[in-house]
T-cell receptor
Framework: NAGVTQTPKFRVLKTGQSMTLLCAQD?????MYWYRQDPGMGLRLIHYSVGEGTTAKGEVPDGYNVSRLKKQNFLLGLESAAPSQTSVYFCASSLGLVQYFGPGTRLLVL | DQQVKQNSPSLSVQEGRISILNCDYT??????FLWYKKYPAEGPTFLIS?????DKNEDGRFTVFLNKSAKHLSLHIVPSQPGDSAVYFCAASGAYSGAGSYQLTFGKGTKLSVIP
């Protein structure tokens, strides 16, 4: 039981490039979330999903898109990366109140 | 406007003593409160939670106290151990939202250092 996994662990992008971050969970959770963590800012919700085929905006959705084609996967896309998107990205999943987090993806946009 | 505030960015405590981490919130609609612990280069892990209908919840060395009238909660760790050194996040959630999920609002975190 791997829990929540994230791919890749680290990535460097140039401004304007695109990429997709993959989150996978094997706990059969309905709800999945993408957060970003910046120094001194805590965790901020980007997008979330309440089930396969559904997505919704969180607190800071601009510049990101998401898809939940399969229940176990939640993808976060950056169409045109900007230096302001340099951050650590965490995926989480839950059945209810308690969210379980992945190990994070560190993204550097130059 | 920050709805969940952790006003102490850091805290240092001697091993064996009590650690007290504080959290304040502004939204009276919050019904559940959670504490997460985060080690460097790892994701946050759930520690303990409390419902707004309670004023205390205990799990081993960890106790969370909730003062609804003051909109304040605290996490007590007794006794503190070096392995407790981590960043602690306070999080809050309203009741089951219309969107169908318990969305969490996080504080900025407090870095706890337990000195051997």
């Amino acid at each position: 039981n791997a829990g929540v996994t994230q791919t890749p662990k680290f990535r460097v992008l140039k401004t304007g490039q695109s990429m997709t971050l993959l989150c996978a969970q094997d706990m059969n959770h309905e709800y999945m979330y993408w957060y970003r963590q910046d120094p001194g800012m805590g965790l901020r919700l980007i997008h979330y999903s309440v089930g396969e085929g559904t997505t919704a905006k969180g607190e800071v959705p601009d510049g990101y898109n998401v898809s939940r084609l399969k229940k176990q996967n939640f993808l976060l896309g950056l169409e045109s990366a900007a230096p302001s998107q340099t951050s650590v990205y965490f995926c989480a999943s839950s059945l209810g109140l308690v969210q379980y987090f992945g190990p994070g993806t560190r993204l550097l946009v130059l | 406007d920050q709805q969940v505030k952790q006003n102490s960015p850091s805290l240092s405590v001697q091993e064996g003593r009590i650690s007290i981490l504080n959290c304040d919130y502004t939204n009276s609609m919050f019904d559940y409160f959670l504490w997460y612990k985060k080690y460097p280069a790892e994701g946050p892990t759930f520690l303990i939670s409390i419902s707004s209908i309670k004023d205390k919840n205990e799990d081993g060395r960890f106790t969370v106290f909730l003062n609804k009238s003051a909109k304040h909660l605290s996490l007590h760790i007794v006794p503190s151990q070096p392995g407790d050194s981590a960043v602690y996040f306070c999080a809050a959630s309203g009741a089951y939202s219309g969107a169908g999920s318990y969305q969490l609002t996080f504080g900025k975190g407090t870095k706890l250092s337990v000195i051997p």
